[in-house]
């Protein structure tokens, strides 16, 4: 069972991943948009209309892409029209659509200032709030303060309503599978239902009325906007802290805040977008990250389908060994996986300000367009990273550890052992280096000058293996394999970098192992 539960969830992330993350995401809320403008028409939907919901869509979408393309311009910046989409589909959900004058004067309004706080509310390059939220709230808030006959909306948030549950939850969950963010965005359902659950058991109190558990959270699930909230908003990646304990206190936050909306003054409340943007100034507060800029000093083939990038980091850039960065290339015509992709990190933090990736060049018949536009970069180009994020980090203490790597998966092994080497500190640890053959075995110096004990599953006997490392002579690599050349293995952490099938052939004997963090990847 757990192994086929694995199966599936890598197949899933391969499939997923042959989409850019905003790529997905907008593929998500045209569908929901779609299903939202057929229920509008048959009448499921009583508000917001067919028309107004066509209008608002081109008033925002125009907007804010008019404004993103202008400013990026000005700024020498990519115009990334995913990004506009994205931003004037979730504003879509959470302001009062309308086809009025009043009301587009309100969603125009809201569109401008959502795109410019991208830029006016950033730290070095990154922006520091959701900008839907951002521009949700202040039109809500303005019109909080008075009458204002031209400002025709606010937030309503009318996605929360029954007929829409199903699919903002399944199209909600390929999103999260996609950045892996389930386990976040579920806490925060869970917080936020339950503060509502309750807040309405307290103002039912007040009021002296009765309520029952079933109705309330009846009412909390199906007629509220936590699934979308948590699932299209909280979940971006870009205003998220690095770390998944940072994550779920962001996320704990906002589910309280969502759930039970605090009144500021008596004249509006901290609920919805706002307990967002509170939630972004924790993240902001856990990790103050910027765009880090990269000069490629040198490349170079450490197997003869793989390279490595050799960077110089101008400005701070901090990462904890095992980590992983995205990196901008932006380039001509971009396919749909977009101009950004993860990279595990290969050198130490200790190597700074020297930065270095590797990949394997994989399908060179069909390229991405994101792989031919690296592949051309020059030494001297500037590349952007958008920054370091990552859980497959070793734990603290001396406890063993059982690390398995298939091909260039181990890039953040070599990093976390040149770490160690570096503050000379001494650990158990087994490192099983899966590859087609012995030719493919990168960074073979570095990994022996960690004194690591290695263990190679290669089809060729590798030549001069130093003496702490093993060719698993006729040994298939299956969970039995495993756990025959790791006979302690449930005394250890294991970490697995390698592609979804084979984390998901050698799940039975990790499961066995005293804790398990996976980092799937599934090329590039």
Known sequence: MIRSFTAVRQRVLALLG??????LVLFALVALALIALVLSALGVIASPTPIELIVSFLVLAIVISLVDAVTQRILRLPWRVESSLVTALILLFVLRPGAELPAIVGLALAGVVASLSKYLIAWRGRHILNPAAFGAAFVSILGSFGELPWLGTSSSWWVGTPSLTIPVLLLGLAVLWRTEKVRVVLLFLVVALATSVLRQFVQAQEAGFATDLGTAFSFALLQSPFLFLGAFMLSEPLTLPPRRWQQFAVAATVGVLAGWPISVAGIFTLGQERAL??????????????SVRLVLEKRAFVTPTAQELTFRAKGKVAFLPGQYLELDVPHHRPDARGTRREFSIVSAPADLPTLRIAYKNGDQKHPSSYKRALAAAEPGTTLAVTGTWGDFILPRGEAPVLMVAAGIGVTPFVSQLRQLQATGV???????YVAADASELAFRDELAATDARV?????????DLPAHWTWARGIRLDAEGLERVVPDIAGRHAFISGPPRLIADLAPALQKAHSLTTDAFAGY
Do not use: K
């Open 455 to 463: 263990v190679v599953f290669t089809r060729d006997e590798p030549a």
């Open 426 to 432: 001494q650990r158990d640890i087994v490192l099983v």
């Open 18 to 23: 042959a989409l850019s993350m905003y790529r």
């Open 277 to 290: 943007l509170i939630g972004n100034l924790l993240a902001f507060a856990f990790a103050v990250r910027g």
